[in-house]
């Protein structure tokens, strides 16, 4: 069973479209995140959301809104897509964000590429 | 500001040692994760030091000096399938991950 699933995995589109990608995890995690992996490897965090709250990279454009219709998904939907925007896109969770030792357990990931 | 920062490429051999060294600046400090991650796969938790000293785990262990902001993974008996990018990871006061940019190991025959 997977434990954090990210679909699609590849997604190829073109600038301007909407798109989403959704995720979910089924280890009753109470936080999950959005993470982005640029080309340079670096792993940036978008969001971190559990049922209590919503933190924010400030640095993530408004474009990007993440969607939560219950604790075990965390949807991320990016509205006029630019070509800045291919990257790759990590889900993950983790038992409690504020818990020290709380290990993310990640998802396979999902290659972005705007044309 | 905060930084993580690491080599960005090894080379070592099969059956060898390597140890990968990894220096964090954050705004308070609440561990350091290492992560190893495969070419197009996920990153995959190795481990967690809180407190100064060596944990070891099997052919990996991972050192802490939090006065000196120093961490390092010291990889054992090395394998062709630990070729792979290990991401040092340092968790600030508001607990979130403050990543680097991952060192790529590369191993030869």
């Known amino acids: 069973d997977t434990a954090v699933s990210q679909t699609p995995k590849y997604l190829v589109t073109q600038m301007g479209n909407d798109k989403s990608i959704k995720c979910e995890q089924n280890?009753?995690?109470?936080?999950m995140y959005w993470y982005k992996q640029d080309s340079k490897k670096f792993l940036k965090i978008m969001f971190s959301?559990?049922?209590?709250?919503?933190?924010i990279n400030e640095t993530v454009p408004n474009r990007f809104s993440p969607k939560s219709p219950d604790k075990a998904h965390l949807n991320l939907h990016i509205n006029s897509l630019e070509l800045g925007d291919s990257a790759v896109y990590f889900c993950?969770?983790?038992?409690?964000?504020?818990?020290?030792?709380?290990?993310?357990?990640f998802g396979q990931g999902t290659r972005l590429t705007v044309v | 500001g905060q930084n993580i920062d690491q080599p960005t490429e090894m080379t070592a051999t099969e059956g060898a040692i390597v140890q990968i060294n990894c220096t964090y600046q954050?705004?308070?400090?609440?561990?350091l994760f290492w992560y190893q991650q495969h070419a197009g796969e996920a990153p995959t938790f190795l481990s967690y030091?809180?407190l100064d000293g060596l944990e070891e785990k099997g052919r990996f262990s991972s050192f802490l000096s939090r006065s000196k902001g120093y961490s390092y993974l010291l990889l054992k008996e090395l394998q062709m399938k630990d070729s792979a990018s290990y991401l040092c990871?340092?968790?600030?006061?508001?607990?979130?991950?403050?990543w680097g940019a991952g060192t790529k190991l590369i191993i030869k025959p």
């Open positions: 280890l009753g995690h109470d936080t």
């Open positions: 993950a969770s983790s038992q409690d964000h504020t818990e020290t030792k709380t290990e993310a357990f």
């Open positions: 959301y559990n049922n209590k709250e919503l933190i």
């Open positions: 954050t705004s308070g400090f609440n561990g």
């Open positions: 990871a340092a968790m600030d006061s508001n607990y979130q991950l403050i």
């Open positions: 030091n809180v």
